[in-house]
T-cell receptor, first 112, second 114 residues
Framework: DVKVTQSSRYLVKRTGEKVFLECVQDMDHENMFWYRQDPGLGLRLIYFSYDVKMKEKGDIPEGYSVSREKKERFSLILESASTNQTSMYLCASSPWTGRLAFFGQGTRLTVV | AQTVTQSQPEMSVQEAETVTLSCTYD???????LFWYKQPPSRQMILVIR??????QNATENRFSVNFQKAAKSFSLKISDSQLGDAAMYFCGDFQGGSEKLVFGKGTKLTVNP
């Protein structure tokens, strides 16, 4: 079974903190994605990566950065967390062939 | 721009009946894939059905089928013989082959009434 694992299911951070959300996949997939999910807004793409050290901005990259030093790991970084970044964050991975995405279980981040 | 539009925020259906969820997309690529994912209260995203754009035949997976209208850029999901376990958020997605970008719509919340 393909596994995409997010480091935390629930996370509470303070305003101004630097926050790391980690995602690891075990299927040697080339592509990895970070989304945030908010009621009424659906899944919005923050950043994605199609190879190690490669990254592309999604539709809402402001306030976020990413890191992909190894193929299996894709990190989302909130440099200075703000309350409007309180949300559900979902990570996904997919192979180049097949074009099929597998998702992690999500991290519900609360910034207070 | 690559966009996916789901115009029905909520839908409801009686158990054993049929329901259709709508999705339109806008992509400039010729190589793309369309998906429907289901998200139950557990939050885990589950693939329901997938359609390759170059295939004319509509995809089918048991009780789930799609109506893929390429010229109209429409990709609706039909659920037949609805079951209580079908209740979930449903997201339509578009994967562009050139950019490797995967985007989703805002979702449709499906309620199944016993």
């Amino acid at each position: 079974d393909v596994k995409v694992t997010q480091s935390s299911r629930y996370l509470v951070k303070r305003t101004g903190e630097k926050v790391f959300l980690e995602c690891v996949q075990d299927m040697d997939h080339e592509n990895m994605f970070w989304y945030r999910q908010d009621p009424g807004l659906g899944l919005r793409l923050i950043y994605f990566s199609y190879d190690v050290k490669m990254k592309e901005k999604g539709d809402i990259p402001e306030g976020y950065s990413v890191s992909r030093e190894k193929k299996e790991r894709f990190s989302l970084i909130l440099e200075s967390a703000s309350t409007n970044q309180t949300s559900m964050y979902l990570c996904a991975s997919s192979p180049w062939t097949g074009r099929l995405a597998f998702f992690g279980q999500g991290t519900r981040l609360t910034v207070v | 721009a690559q966009t996916v539009t789901q115009s029905q925020p909520e839908m409801s259906v009686q158990e054993a009946e049929t329901v259709t969820l709508s999705c339109t997309y806008d992509t400039s690529e010729s190589d793309y894939y369309l998906f429907w994912y289901k998200q139950p209260p557990s939050r885990q995203m589950i693939l329901v059905i997938r359609q390759e754009a170059y295939k004319q035949q509509n995809a089918t997976e048991n009780r789930f089928s799609v109506n893929f209208q390429k010229a109209a850029k429409s990709f609706s999901l039909k659920i037949s013989d609805s079951q209580l376990g079908d209740a979930a958020m449903y997201f339509c997605g578009d994967f562009q082959g050139g950019s490797e970008k995967l985007v989703f719509g805002k979702g449709t919340k499906l309620t199944v009434n016993p």
